[in-house]
């Protein structure tokens, strides 16, 4: 059985966007690519024909993985979203004791991870130190180039 992806309303209905753009333009675009390289003759010295049906395959790869994953996602509810304890949704504001600088992150699912600014995974080291976190605590991170402490500042929605 596959693994329950938590991720806020925002960020599903993005990769719901994604997978119909996908679905709906990026195949025919790759369609007409690829019949505009067939008229090129040959198919066996047909870089372009080779390169349209490499692109085919990323297409119908990524199709097929977002609908997989999409099946999993469980919606974070927003409104619920706790300014007690960090969780998936919450806007965090930290001071990294180490390097002495305040930063402020948006906790999302990991599939959400990239699609606006300031976003961290809860699967990222700093996002598994902070999910279950408190206003005012301090939180070891052990990331791969060493581990080092923030604080909670704040918690918000």
């Known amino acids: 059985m596959a693994e329950t992806i938590q991720m806020t309303k ?13 679905k709906t333009v990026k195949r025919s675009e790759i369609a007409e690519k690829i ?10 010295e047909n870089s372009e024909y080779d390169e349209a049906k490499n692109e085919q395959g990323l ?5 097929a993985r ?15 979203i ?6 998936i949704g919450s806007k965090v504001k930290v001071f990294d004791l180490d390097m002495e600088e305040e930063g402020e992150y948006l906790i999302v699912g990991a599939m959400e991870v990239g ?21 005012g605590e301090t939180v070891q991170v052990e990331a791969p180039g060493g581990s080092f402490e923030v604080k909670v500042l704040e918690i918000s929605k």
């Open 115 to 135: 699609h606006s600014m300031n976003t961290i995974s809860d699967q990222s080291p700093v996002g598994k130190a902070l999910i279950g976190a408190h206003k």
């Open 10 to 22: 925002a960020g599903y209905e993005e990769l719901v966007k994604e997978l119909e753009d996908l």
């Open 59 to 63: 297409i119908e790869s990524r199709i």
């Open 35 to 44: 019949k505009v390289a067939r008229g090129f003759g040959d198919l066996s």
């Open 66 to 80: 977002l609908e997989e994953q999409l099946k999993h996602v469980k919606i974070v509810d927003t409104d619920s």
């Open 82 to 87: 706790s300014t007690e304890v960090v969780g």
